[in-house]
């Protein structure tokens, strides 16, 4: 089994006024976090890991904050993008592991559907999925939150079946039609 390794880090501020958005959940909380979209930390180091993992870029090489189509977005698109392009260099998922850096609000209540709502985004089983959270002890970074992820990926398709497969994404003009094809297809969030 030909297998390789992604990680990847976000921090957002946080700010009043603004849902928080976290782990593909939209969360009550008296303030959510700054940012171009939903401002989902959680499901941008995962996107980042994934990308990392088949060293495909990162997360602001296809979804850049200067392109207004980002504004507000539902990081779940972005998730997508990466599992899309994961799927299309050969490889699948087998396990992602994160960890959530924030003063508030306590992760552990909701550790249970997060991990599920990720999992459901990425087709896997939430034992496929980690979600840890521990408090800024000494950083005095109570108004930030980071997130760390890794993820293991294994081959699951030969290279030289990959080579014959149209569906592989080889330039910008076709990364903008699966972009524009991934905008209508994502999940809506729990009810
Ligand atoms: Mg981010």
Known sequence: ????????????????????????????????????????????????????AVSAGDIGSFFPPSDPRWKDADSAIFLNQARETLQHAGYRIVNIDTTLILAAPKIGPISAKMRARVADLLGLGTDQVSIKAKTPEGLNLDHVAQCHAVVLVERVIDPEELKTMSAVIENQSQIEEVVDDLLSSVPALPK
């Not at 976090?33 to 890991?49: I, M």
């Open 1 to 52: 089994m030909e297998t390789r390794i992604g990680f990847g880090y976000d921090s957002h501020v946080f700010k009043k006024g603004v849902p928080l958005h976290l782990g593909g959940l939209l969360i009550d909380h008296p303030e959510g976090l700054a940012g171009h979209s939903d401002g989902d930390l959680l499901l941008h180091a995962v996107t980042d890991a994934l990308l990392g």
